[in-house]
């Protein structure tokens, strides 16, 4: 039988599994770069998608808030005219009421009584003056009771004439004006 060296057959069959097995860790390490390169190219995709979509609901969240500002503005400038217009029309409906507050102190003020000041703070009326006797500041009191326009004198404070030297009491009377309109509407 002849001598047949099988051994570098076999050393070139180990090289060919070894070269034929690199190649294949190679090819397998490509697929896997190339796997991982498309995987990344994907999720950035995504991310980018969703980073515009975020700008663009961020974009509408803003033009949304600049409107509810807008409205709020608007709600606020209204209510300042309705305040406005709610003043103008009180005034309206109360301006022949100091004609008739004045008509109601010339009518209610008795013989021997003068009035030096007369002030208006709201609804109440502040009348500082002179008399004769406390008898006249009595009667102008109950006089005010009496009136349709006047109401729920008091008496502040009175002086006597001794006290002032010119032989008149002085005095300070504070009342209430009365609205009818507002009578009317009860």
Avoid: C
Avoid at 105 to 119: A, E, N, Q
């Amino acid at each position: 039988m002849a001598r047949i060296n099988l051994l570098p057959w076999r050393e070139a069959e180990r090289k060919r599994r070894q070269q034929e097995f690199g190649m294949m860790v190679m090819f397998g390490v490509m697929i896997t770069l190339f796997l991982l390169v498309g995987a990344h190219m994907q999720i950035e995709s995504q991310i980018n998608a969703q980073a515009q979509r975020n700008s663009y609901l961020q974009r509408e969240i803003d033009e949304v808030e600049r409107q509810i500002t807008e409205i709020r503005d608007l709600d606020k400038t209204k209510a300042n005219l309705l305040a406005r217009m709610n003043i103008i029309q009180e005034l309206q409906s109360s301006r022949p009421q100091i004609v008739h507050l004045f008509d109601e102190v010339v009518s209610t003020l008795p013989d021997g009584v003068f009035l030096d000041l007369i002030s208006q703070s709201g609804t109440q009326v502040e009348m500082v003056g002179q008399a004769q006797s406390n008898a006249r500041v009595s009667s102008f009191m109950r006089n005010i009771e009496e009136s349709l326009w006047l109401g729920n004198p008091r008496l502040d404070f009175i002086e006597s004439k001794e006290s002032t030297g010119t032989g008149l009491s002085h005095f300070k009377l504070t009342a209430s004006q009365i609205s009818q309109i507002a009578e009317v509407k009860k």
